[in-house]
């Protein structure tokens, strides 16, 4: 056994005994309503964190309604039966909670992180959220208003704010990621009252729901507690639309040009590929990490430290439920010419494609990919989400522990060939940024 493979075998060896010391342990069960409920009891801090996941994002929407999803995230703050509007947050805050939620292509996720002592006023008020929500007029002209101003302070008015709006829309022909998640203003504002509760009534119902509960918990006290609270609720009695689209496999490079309020001009590359969970995600997954992560990353090198042609560029990858995307961005520096940028960025394609990557830097993404999934579960709420995800999308909530070993078992040659099968021309839309010209 060589050097490098010896220090490859203690590395992995150290983190799977770590993950077993670390092993997030829960329990799962299903109400006869369809909820799927999993709880993680952590008894070490008085906290607890209650969450529900809604499988429902923008691409469930009606292409004539879109963004009914990320409007309801907030349209379900307003209060129900038994909450006034504008007393949601109040009861939180006054229990010395937090809260959030977001709103994905995919998903739905709220989340409230309470005093353990508080954990039966996070369930009351989930149920409430699932069960008696106030859809009504004076909600819905309410959050109209409020979308709209967030659309101009993230969106319309953010340097650069359009740009994955521009990207998905040439990326995707047919499937419903081609609309962004806060979706059309028209299409909320002529959307009726109607329209609104069909909605709640299809998509938030226990039957497309994962409540999620981790923290200072006594497992069977718990239990009762949600079915106390959740068990009475109805199933949903209209089906849930699930989009069958299968994208059409690109052949031709899209190229564009988007003028906008900027101050230096941007190249964006976004390819195809394949849906989380697959096998070839995790290997284009390490990819992303080797060209993006860190002030040594391979982007960040040539195009930061070594050329300065950039003050910025780097790679995520965009995963999703069905084939999504991995997109590139490389911010130049004054006076650069977006064109040589771009030949810097695709002679790092053409590197990855042609050789492997050293065993030394493979060695150092493998140790930051063991980094990365053990701080995705560093706060109580990241567990409940985590649990949540793994279920809904995986249908393996027990992922939160074993994902780690799919990513280590992707090997050089991996890499190597999924970069020689996504980052190509024909797969991809490049964008570039440009300023506008001053009158």
Known sequence: ??????????????????????????????????????????????IVAVSIMYHVGSKNENPERTGMAHFFEHLLFEGSENIERGEFFNYIQNAGGVNNAYTSNDKTFYYELFPSNQLELGLWLESER??????????????????????????????YGTMLEELMKRAYEKHPYKWQVIGSMDHINNATEEEFMDFYKTFYVPNNAVLSIAGDIN???CKNL????????????????????????????????IYDEI??????????????????????????????????SRLNKSLVEESQKAVYSGAFTFNLEDPGMTIAFSMANSEENPKDIEN??????????????????????????????IQSNYRMYDIAENLANYHTFYGNANLINTEIEKY?????????????????????????????EKN
């Open 1 to 46: 056994m060589n050097f490098n493979k010896l220090l490859t075998f203690i590395s992995l060896l150290s983190f799977t005994l770590n993950a077993q010391m670390n092993k997030i342990e829960f329990t799962e069960f299903t109400l006869d309503n369809g909820l799927h409920v999993i709880l993680h009891e952590d008894n070490s801090n008085p």
């Open 130 to 159: 699932l069960l008696h929500a106030k859809v009504e007029k004076i909600g819905i002209e309410t959050q109209r208003e409020v979308v709209k101003e967030e659309k101009r302070l993230r969106v319309d008015n953010q340097p």
């Open 219 to 221: 497992l069977e006290e």
């Open 226 to 257: 949600v079915i106390d609270y959740f068990a009475e609720i109805p199933r949903g009695k209209k089906e849930i639309p699930r989009p069958k689209i299968i994208e059409p496999k690109k052949e031709l490079e899209i190229r564009d040009t």
């Open 263 to 296: 101050q230096l001009p941007a190249i964006i590359h976004g390819f195809h590929i394949p849906a989380q969970g697959t096998e070839d995600f995790y290997a284009v997954d390490m990819l992303n990490k080797l060209l993006s992560d860190g002030a040594s």
């Open 344 to 373: 810097l960025m695709d002679l790092e394609y053409e590197k990855v494609k042609s050789e492997l990557i050293s065993e030394k830097e493979f060695q150092k993404l493998r140790n930051q990919i063991e980094n990365d999934f």
């Open 408 to 436: 280590l078992s992707v090997t050089r040659e991996d890499i190597l060939n999924v970069a020689k099968k996504y980052y190509n021309k024909e797969n991809r839309v490049t964008l570039y940024y440009l300023p506008k």
